[in-house]
């Protein structure tokens, strides 16, 4: 009797555990907007006329779990929310901006990051001379990935300052990894325009 009564409540908390998992990634799928590559250039998004409400200057910092704009896919047709922060809050709902790094657009280094089993799923087939588009308070950026990083977990070198505006992207790494990855997959891009959103 006792055996069993253990083995129900393993059962119980393993459904449990299952069920919050799928509830997790299915969030985190939902936070990933397929789009037609034109569309990834359109300035129209609901997202950014928010946050140029909430802030009328570049000046302004936002408010952890704010999001700050879009990062546009477009080899991947995806679009995806940009959220201040990297707390498991901004994780689940898109791709979080890694605070103390600089904003996109600034001439330093942005760094973003997300979880590789939801907004970044399919993030290894961007490559070296694809494009990375970030829609913020005013401006479409458009960013050339230079360089394609595979590094530990805890290496600081993803964001140190950069000298020019440069978009770092980074997820978890290998992507068909169970449990906690100890690497890091990484895009270093350089900004090419900076075009003024139309109001």
């Known amino acids: 009797m006792g055996l069993f009564l253990v083995g129900t409540i393993l059962i119980i908390f393993g459904l449990y555990v299952l069920f919050f998992n799928i509830?997790?990634?299915?969030?985190?799928?939902?936070?990933?907007?397929?789009?037609?590559?034109?569309?990834?250039n359109s300035v129209s998004t609901k997202s950014?006329?928010?946050?140029?409400?909430?802030?009328?200057?570049?000046?302004?910092k936002p408010e952890v779990?704010?999001?700050?704009?879009?990062?546009?896919?477009p080899k991947l047709k995806?679009?995806?929310?940009?959220y201040h922060g990297t707390n498991d809050d901004e994780l689940i709902k898109g791709v979080g901006h890694v605070i103390g790094t600089a904003f996109p657009g600034e001439n330093n280094n942005a760094v973003l990051s997300g979880h590789r089993d939801t907004v970044f799923q399919k993030l290894d087939e961007v490559t070296i001379g694809d494009?990375?588009?970030?829609?913020?308070?005013?401006?479409?950026l458009t960013y050339k990935v230079r360089?394609?990083?595979?590094?530990?977990?805890?290496?600081?070198?993803?964001?140190?300052?950069?000298?020019?505006?440069?978009?770092?992207?980074s997820t978890c790494y290998p992507f068909t990894f169970v449990g906690p990855a100890k690497q890091r997959y990484v895009l270093v891009a350089d900004l090419i325009e900076a075009k003024v959103n139309r109001i």
């Open 23 to 40: 509830t997790l990634i299915y969030k985190g799928m939902n936070a990933v907007k397929k789009v037609e590559v034109s569309q990834a």
């Open 48 to 60: 950014v006329e928010m946050t140029r409400m909430k802030r009328t200057t570049k000046e302004a």
């Open 65 to 73: 779990g704010e999001e700050i704009g879009r990062l546009h896919i």
């Open 78 to 82: 995806i679009s995806i929310p940009i």
């Open 131 to 140: 494009i990375l588009k970030v829609e913020n308070n005013s401006e479409m």
């Open 147 to 169: 360089k394609v990083r595979i590094v530990e977990a805890d290496d600081l070198t993803v964001i140190v300052p950069k000298p020019k505006a440069t978009l770092t992207v």
